[in-house]
T-cell receptor
């Protein structure tokens, strides 16, 4: 039981490049989330999903797209990276009871 | 909208007690979480309060007053390993969490 895993752990991009961050969970959770964490600003919700095939916008969705084709996976895409997207990205999942969210180890992204 | 406030930093001595306050003004409220986050790591769950009152879990306790929009996390018998950021988060019951900016606690010997 690995919990929530994220790929990659670290990435450097040039402005304008694209990439996809992968989140996988093996707890059969319905709900999955993508956050970014910046110094002094806490965790901010980018997009979330309440089930396979569904996605919704969070607090800071601009510049990102997501897909939830399989229940266990939640992908975050950056079509054209910008330096403002330099951040640490966390994925999380939770069950119907929502008594806690389980977080992945994070992906550190640097956009030059 | 969501407005969640907590102090930026706190420092305490090993063995002491520290209380981290969190005040919130949110459009909906279903419960309040506290998470611990060590530097460079993911947040991990500490507590979840839905009803008013104090919940105790070993050295850590969490209190909630829904009418006052207020919570605190109490850390007793501080240990060096308790040096971390502590995140207050509110759920509106609509599957989402809103986080405060976090309180960095430094424990000194």
């Amino acid at each position: 039981n690995a919990g929530v895993t994220q790929t990659p752990k670290f990435r450097v991009l040039k402005t304008g490049q694209s990439m996809t961050l992968l989140c996988a969970q093996d707890m059969n959770h319905e709900y999955m989330y993508w956050y970014r964490q910046d110094p002094g600003m806490g965790l901010r919700l980018i997009h979330y999903s309440v089930g396979e095939g569904t996605t919704a916008k969070g607090e800071v969705p601009d510049g990102y797209n997501v897909s939830r084709l399989k229940k266990q996976n939640f992908l975050l895409g950056l079509e054209s990276a910008a330096p403002s997207q330099t951040s640490v990205y966390f994925c999380a999942s939770t069950s119907e009871a929502q008594e806690t969210q389980y977080f992945g180890p994070g992906t550190r992204l640097l956009v030059l | 909208g969501q407005n969640i406030d907590q102090p930026t930093e706190m420092t305490a001595t090993e063995g002491a007690i520290v209380q981290i306050n969190c005040t919130y003004q949110t459009s909906g409220f279903n419960g309040l979480f506290w998470y611990q986050q060590h530097a460079g790591e993911a947040p991990t769950f500490l507590s979840y309060n839905v009803l008013d009152g104090l919940e105790e879990k070993g050295r850590f306790s969490s209190f909630l007053s829904r009418s006052k929009g207020y919570s605190y996390l109490l850390l007793k018998e501080l240990q060096m390993k308790d040096s971390a950021s502590y995140l207050c988060a509110v759920t509106d019951g609509d599957y989402k969490l809103s986080f405060g900016a976090g309180t960095t606690v430094t424990v000194r010997a």
